[in-house]
């Protein structure tokens, strides 16, 4: 693989025998397939061109007000409550009903779009699945397109696997969980296909694609007259929950379908966007249904919004849990700003997975997972997350429960208490050590993430928990921060101070240990070293990269070329 431009690598080029058919302005870079030319149809493509042409400067514009963002907090500036938008804030008003098809999303599951995923996770007895083009899966050209292949045929109801080695074929059952989609956010382009010569937004690309295809049998299958239905990643201000909403009024003017029909949960998982939530669901009023707490994102932000804040370092990654005062205040306020607008307050991500070779470690782990779920459902949440299928029952039983026959507590617990949150409550440090133990797990999970991700898989078991990117982003941030800011360790590092130094060797420790741990074979024949060379400099770098899959990103672009090199995308 050839390095271009800034040290990133030059996509892979190879031959193409056959071509999509593109319309005007679209290029496709990415591997042609008969699977992949279902979807990628010139209407279609025309579609996305479409949205792209018509939102792009509005993106640039808002990822541009981002950067004017960091350079405030960068220069000492705290996020707060916007003066100018106290009206929405204080105002009474409601979000548009929510769709009877979502009333009840008691638990609902992640992951990947990969085929059998999607049809274990629809079968799990969950309520809602949410299929995930973002952090949990890795934007190979061949994981985005297959996985547009499968959500369509899920959609229509006829996606089946054969698994000849299981001699096993997989199909849906009669009752399935609803189905939610999540793109990626505004930041990642998706370089394999180009519109006038820039990359496509890869948020659009997701959208657009999978709305294209499936709307009409979805509102038929599966919304009851409404949807598709979507989650919506990263967003750090209302204008971004403005772009959607005007994406969403397009789509459904050119389906020809009613206004309001597609509907949203945002996931706030950036520090700005808490102190956004009113806005946000103010512009979405028409087309929401809720938001979510996604703590992991959250304390990755909490960290990159404060990068230059020594005052505010975080302890040990394990110790920012839900009763941390800053994280416990983002719970209640959501909480009591969703039920205040009329839409559902979903609970955070559990990550734990059945330990089949321990009962009484597992006993322990679900023990653990009961009780985050029943501080959720006592809070007020009318939902929550799991990460795998064997945390369902746990789940749906504590908040059965706690909740009746009611679909959701929506008008039953307004958490009226959480009105006088302040920003200072928002804001406030978490308490904890910073320990060798913790430098030393952020930075094992964060290459072994990493490795996989670059390998093509964006859903990763670690230590018997299921990571997704957010938790690689936390563990590179914190060990950045602590880099940075040379903290003293406490514990088992005790008045060790972390440098270059004793970081080179902790990296170096690590290595052996994932080898050790993963077997010599394995260990070369993946992309360890490689996952370990890019998390190293991130790292260590003297200004922290926004994304850690934005740098990555460049690794596992391939482009197929008509004729010639194709250039870079850097």
Known sequence: MDIGTYGYPTPAVKKIESYYDVPEGVDIRGRYDAEFAKILTKDALKFVADLQREFRNHIKYALECRREAKKKYNEGALPEFDPATRYIREQEWVCAPVPPAVADRKVEITGPVDRKMVINALNSGAKVFMADFEDALSPGWENLMRGQVNLKDAVAGTISLHDKARNRVYKLNDQTAKLFVRPRGWHLPEAHILIDGEPATGCLVDFGLYFYHSYSAFRRTQGAGFGPFFYLPKMEHSREAKIWNNVFEKAEKVAGIERGSIRATVLIETLPAVFQMNEILYELKDHSVGLNCGRWDYIFSYVKTFQAHPDRLLPDRVLVGMTQHFMKSYSDLLIRTCHRRGVHAMGGMAAQIPI?????????????????????????????????????PACMEIFNNNMGNASNQIDTVKREDAANLTEQDLLQIPIGTRTMEGLRLNTRVGIQYLAAWLSGSGCVPLYNLMEDAATAEISRVQNWQWLKYGVELDEDGLGEKVNKDLFDRVVE???????????????????????????????TSPTLDDFLTLDAYNYIVVHHAKEGPVKALN
């Not at 994932?514 to 790292?539: D, H, L, N, P, S």
């Open 356 to 392: 089949k070779d321990d009962p009484v470690a597992n006993e322990a782990a679900l023990e653990l997972v009961r009780k985050d779920k029943l501080r959720e459902v006592k809070a007020g949440h009318d939902g929550t997350w799991a990460a795998h299928p064997g945390l369902i």
């Open 509 to 539: 420790e690590e290595m052996a240990r994932i080898e050790k741990e993963v077997g010599t074979v394995k260990f070369e024949k993946g992309m360890y070293k490689a996952a370990c060379k890019i998390f190293t400099r991130q790292c």
